[in-house]
């Protein structure tokens, strides 16, 4: 998702999806260590979705 999609979405929403993310990057690392990763790009999508949602979290945060 893109920032200005992460900005429309509720306090609530921003903290589901990143539990979901960090869920996804933990079992990640556990197809990573098993050499069952299909995909070794996604850790470097989930990251960078982590830090978007940790930024609008933010924002909204000093707005308030």
Sequence with gaps: MIAKELRELSHEELN????????ELFNLRFQQVRNMIENPGRFKQLRKEIARILTVLSEKKQAN
């Design 16 to 23: 589901n999806k990143l539990n979901d993310c960090k869920e």
